[in-house]
């Protein structure tokens, strides 16, 4: 049984009043002819437009939103309310309403409910464009206030009470609490959206074809990653949600299809962090006859598409850093990267045990169970990810880490694949893919031989996925993204809580 705060008894019972009054507080119909950003436009064409000796076109309107601010002055009541567009302001005279009306406005209206008003534009003294209000009329009362105030002046002078909410972890937990009082946060997620339809965008116009594959699969591939599980009842199968795409889009490759992508959610049974969340949007392409430079090029020109077309331009500020996006970006050797930053010549060291040894020589304890591929990514994290500031391709990797990739040719021991840096944190991954179903068998095998079962690097065998490869993969460039890490640099938000509209979240403290 829900316990209400006074504040939302006194609205209750408002609402028993105005239901005895025969008005419903939630009313079926709305009606609405402009937004608040609209009617603002419309007033101004008219000021603009009119014959100087005549006056301007009355422009009549029909508004809705949710009361922001109110406050009576004798006979008069000025009021803000917010739509989706932005803010704007109402007034109320009782010389046109009558005092029974605008008194009822004042006593039962509050902060938060939705309300329909219609009038006439106009320019207040102050210079501010306003609804001179001749009806209104209540669409939804809220019960629970919203979140406690401060007081702003804005330009013209006048004092208006917002809502703020600025407890990071209050705001995941109410998003719509944070929507409805922080303008900044829906800026953040119409941004993202954007981003978003500009991914898409850029990949159709280059021969993509956006598909679906299998969100419950049987068996998990195709990243570094611990999988959900589950059970399907009807068909006594244990089920895994997918921590990646890439092995059923591969698949479409043998079946013709030669360039695709898909753009969605993956899962990952992992930590939580600035920069994780179990469930995250993921961008994944997959493109026949390329290679992985090719798709260095690609990426560099899809990044900096999304760039400017939601934020204007190549550069931008994130936390306080400039990032410029323009192509070409960076490219460096992982070995010589390593190399520049730790001083540990990887080539020479061909064995985990040597590897080892050289980093414990630094004052490092990396786990000496690890493998040699494992070591070098605990030197890409250690020393060389922090310096990865602007936009940055990390190339050539370890096999044994690398399962879905192609050897660089003479040297087994590396593949072609590249990493994206942007911030000191990575930003996406791709490979010149694996098309050898006898070499990719052959890895499979040793990831099962070489890690623990409950180790995320290993890659359980995937039947299926051979046997669609013995019918013929053609060579090909692969690709993913971390879309939500893109979203925080175009959006400047350090945390990925900060654009994902209901993060997942630890059980609140009793």
Not at 222 to 247: V, Y
Request: net charge negative; proline share 6%; glycine share 6%.
């Amino acid at each position: 049984m829900t316990e209400y705060t006074s504040l939302e008894k006194i609205r209750l019972e408002k609402i028993e009043t105005l239901r005895k009054e025969g008005v419903e507080p939630y009313p079926t119909r709305a009606k609405r002819t402009h937004t608040s950003a609209q009617a603002i436009v419309a007033f101004e064409e008219s000021e603009t437009i009119h014959p100087v000796d005549q006056p301007p076109a009355e422009v009549q309107v029909i508004l809705a939103g949710r009361i922001r601010a109110s406050r009576a002055m004798g006979k008069l009541t000025f009021a803000h309310i917010e739509d989706g567009d932005g803010r704007i302001q109402l007034f109320l005279r009782m010389n046109e309403l009558g005092q029974e009306r605008v008194d009822w406005f004042n006593k039962m209206l509050d902060i938060g409910d939705f309300i329909q008003a219609s009038g006439v534009m106009f320019r207040t003294k102050t210079g501010e464009p306003t609804l001179h209000v001749h009806d209104f009329k209540l669409l939804a009362k809220a019960v629970s206030p919203l979140p406690a105030a401060k007081d702003e002046v804005t330009d013209s002078g006048e004092t208006v009470r917002h809502a703020v909410l600025e407890d990071p972890e209050l705001r995941a937990r109410q998003r719509y609490a944070d929507l409805a009082v922080n303008p900044e946060v829906r800026d953040t997620f119409r941004k993202r959206a954007g981003m978003i339809r500009a991914l898409r965008e850029f990949l159709d116009y280059n021969g993509f074809l956006e598909v679906e594959t299998p969100i419950l699969q049987p068996i998990y591939g195709g990243a570094a990653a611990k999988p959900f599980t589950t059970h399907h009842n009807q068909l006594k199968q244990d089920l895994f949600l997918r921590i990646s795409f890439e092995l059923y889009l591969k698949r479409l490759l043998v079946g013709n299809l030669e360039r695709v992508y898909e753009l969605g959610r993956d899962f990952r049974n992992e930590g939580v962090s600035f920069k994780h969340n179990p469930e995250f949007t993921q961008l994944e392409f997959y493109w026949a006859y390329a290679d992985y430079l090719q798709v260095m090029e690609l990426t560099e020109q899809m990044v900096a598409y999304a760039c400017q077309k939601v934020t204007g331009g190549m550069e931008i500020t994130y936390q306080g850093t400039t990032l410029n996006f323009t192509p070409p970006w960076r490219r460096l050797s992982m070995a010589d990267g390593i190399l520049e930053t730790s001083g540990i010549d990887i080539a020479k060291h061909t064995t985990a045990k040597s590897l080892f040894t050289a980093i414990a020589a630094k004052g490092k304890t990396p786990n000496p169970k690890a493998t040699r591929g494992k070591l070098i990514d605990f030197l890409l994290s250690e020393y060389l990810e922090p310096t990865l500031v602007q936009p940055t391709f990390v190339y050539d990797y370890p096999r044994d880490i690398s399962p879905l990739a192609k050897s660089i040719p003479g040297d087994p021991l590396t593949v072609e694949r590249f990493e994206g840096y942007v911030a000191g944190f990575e930003l996406c991954n791709a490979f010149t893919e694996l098309n050898d179903p006898i070499d990719q068998e052959q890895r499979f095998i040793e990831m099962g031989r070489d890690y623990a079962a409950n180790d995320e690097e290993r890659h359980p065998m995937d039947e299926d996925y051979l046997r669609a490869m013995r019918y013929g993969m053609p060579p090909c460039g692969g690709f993913g993204m971390g879309v939500d890490r893109l979203a925080m640099l175009l959006t400047d938000n350090h945390s990925i809580r900060e654009v994902l509209l209901f993060p997942h979240l630890r059980e609140p403290e009793e």
